[in-house]
Nanobody
């Protein structure tokens, strides 16, 4: 059974850093476009960053592109998101996801994690 499980969320102060991780099972990350979404209270879901299966390049959302980096450990079938200079607007539930092709902006993911809460506050 395909599964994605996030970890690493929590409370962080403005300007701080945080690392999220996502462990996958039942399918290979190398075969999918993989990355992260987030959804803040009262807002629509937005793609944050992904690595496309088409070209294995990283694509970043405008709101975060200078403050986040994505990494993949293919051997462990794990995915991560390093975030820095966090702002209150980054407060959201963060989801890892996998789509069969394209990017997370163009293709609806086939697999999702359950989400992990990130709260940026003093």
């Amino acid at each position: 059974q395909e599964q994605m499980v996030e970890s690493g969320g929590g409370l962080v102060q403005p300007g701080g850093s945080l690392r999220l991780s996502c462990a996958g099972s039942g399918f290979r990350f190398d075969d999918y476009s993989i990355g992260w979404f987030r959804q803040a209270p009262g807002k629509t879901r937005e793609a944050v960053v992904c690595i496309s299966s088409d070209d294995r390049l990283a694509y970043y959302g405008d709101a975060v592109k200078d403050r986040v980096s994505i990494w993949v450990d293919a051997a462990k079938n794990s995915l991560g998101l390093d975030m820095k200079d966090l702002k209150a607007d980054d407060t959201a539930v963060y989801y890892c996801a996998a789509a069969k092709s394209g990017t997370l902006w163009t293709t609806e993911p086939k697999f999702w994690g359950q989400g992990t809460q990130v709260t940026v506050s003093t």
